[in-house]
């Protein structure tokens, strides 16, 4: 079973900028990937995808702001987030998924890592 780690949120004014990374403890080669979402009181989200080869899906909400990238060979899975809003507030967790956006995690998830965006 692969485990998860996720890093580098922290808290931004609205309009900054993150990096979140991801390192699985195996392979990650032949599964889509994502990058979800839980905000405070609400169910987890997807907000992006990514296919072995590289095509990328995200959420409207995301869409133009949020760039998801990977590095099959390092095991790590990326999302760069721009122009944050506080609504992007939550913890996020990266995990497997089905293409295009819809939810397929491994039986465990990372603790994940707080992104807390202030007005």
């Known amino acids: 079973q692969v485990q998860l780690v996720e890093s580098g949120g922290g808290l931004v004014t609205a309009g900054g900028t993150l990096t979140l990374s991801c390192v699985a403890s195996?392979?990650?080669?032949?599964?889509?990937m994502g990058w979800y979402r839980q905000a405070p009181g609400k169910q987890r989200d997807l907000v992006a995808t990514?296919?072995?080869?590289?095509?990328?899906s995200y959420a409207d909400s995301t869409k133009g702001r949020f760039t998801i990238s990977r590095d099959n060979a390092k095991k790590m899975v990326y999302l760069q987030m721009n122009n944050l809003r506080p609504e992007d507030t939550g913890i996020y967790y990266c995990?497997?998924?089905?293409?295009?956006?819809?939810?397929?995690?491994?039986?465990?998830w990372g603790q994940g890592t707080q992104v807390t965006v202030s007005a």
């Open positions: 195996g392979s990650i080669l032949g599964y889509t």
């Open positions: 990514i296919i072995t080869g590289g095509n990328t």
């Open positions: 995990n497997r998924a089905f293409w295009p956006l819809r939810p397929r995690p491994f039986n465990s």
